[in-house]
């Protein structure tokens, strides 16, 4: 069986999911999309935005677990526009150091609320 997490510090979830599923070692967190935690409401149209309030919910859910950004083992990005990359990229790494986890980025044709990034990640107990 399997725990879940969840926290006010990130989104809640738009629909039946959990924001992270435990494992015992493993952390499964669902796909975040800009929501700011307090208004469920975008943070901004701008991508670097976005991308960085992303970010900032995995963080918390993260913390919420007892881990941080080091923990994560692969991420996948999906991105409504593949032009977004580098933005997105660049705000990604500011949250990371090496060693970098695996990733994926992928272009899709619409993510849900008219999210332009979406990140989804593993991460990893020690």
Not at 79 to 91: R, S, T
Request: charged share 20%; hydrophobic share 45%.
């Amino acid at each position: 069986m399997f725990n879940t997490i969840s926290t006010d510090k990130a989104p809640a979830a738009i629909g039946p999911y959990s924001q992270a599923v435990d494992l015992g070692n493993l952390l499964f967190i669902s796909g975040q999309i800009p929501l700011d935690p307090n208004t469920q409401a975008f943070v901004s149209s701008d991508v670097r935005e976005q991308a960085e309030q992303v970010m900032k919910n995995v963080g918390a859910i993260l913390s919420e677990a007892g881990l941080d950004y080091k923990h994560i083992a692969k991420a996948n990005i999906y991105l409504a526009n593949m032009e977004d990359f580098q933005a997105v990229n660049e705000v990604y790494a500011s949250f990371l150091s090496e060693p970098y986890p695996a990733r994926a980025a992928i272009e899709v044709s619409a993510l849900p609320k008219g999210a332009k990034v979406e990140i989804e990640a593993i991460a990893v107990k020690e």
